[in-house]
């Protein structure tokens, strides 16, 4: 059974940091592309960041760069993201999300498995 699980959200400030965890079982997630993703409230979900299955690849939406930083470690299965430097902007559900047949550069389709997703909420 594929499982996602998302944690780390909560309420803070502008300026503030937080990081986001996902915890990936049911699939092979070594060899699986990851990404992450966000909707907030009266918008579609959209795309944040994703990191390849060797980490040597990664990507990430024009609003978050130089701000959030998307990592993973095989070993314990887990994927992350960093978020510095938090806006209100970047209010929303985030959503952990893998794309066993894609590639970093998969549109939101390609992303065959979710999470359920954890709120971040930057109050300015």
């Known amino acids: 059974q594929v499982q996602l699980a998302e944690s780390g959200g909560g309420l803070v400030q502008a300026g503030d940091s937080l990081r986001l965890s996902c915890a990936a079982s049911?699939?092979?997630?070594?060899?699986?592309?990851m990404g992450w993703f966000r909707q907030a409230p009266g918008k579609e979900r959209g795309f944040v960041a994703a990191?390849?299955?060797?980490?040597?690849?990664?990507r990430y939406a024009d609003s978050v760069k130089g701000r959030f930083t998307i990592s993973r470690d095989n070993a314990k299965r887990m994927v992350y993201l960093q978020m510095n430097s938090l806006k209100s902007e970047d209010t929303a559900v985030y959503y952990c999300a893998a794309a066993p047949s894609g590639t970093i550069w998969s549109p939101i389709a390609g992303y065959d498995y979710w999470g359920q997703g954890t709120q971040v909420t930057v109050s300015s």
């Open positions: 049911g699939f092979s997630f070594s060899t699986t592309a």
């Open positions: 990191i390849s299955w060797s980490t040597t690849s990664t």
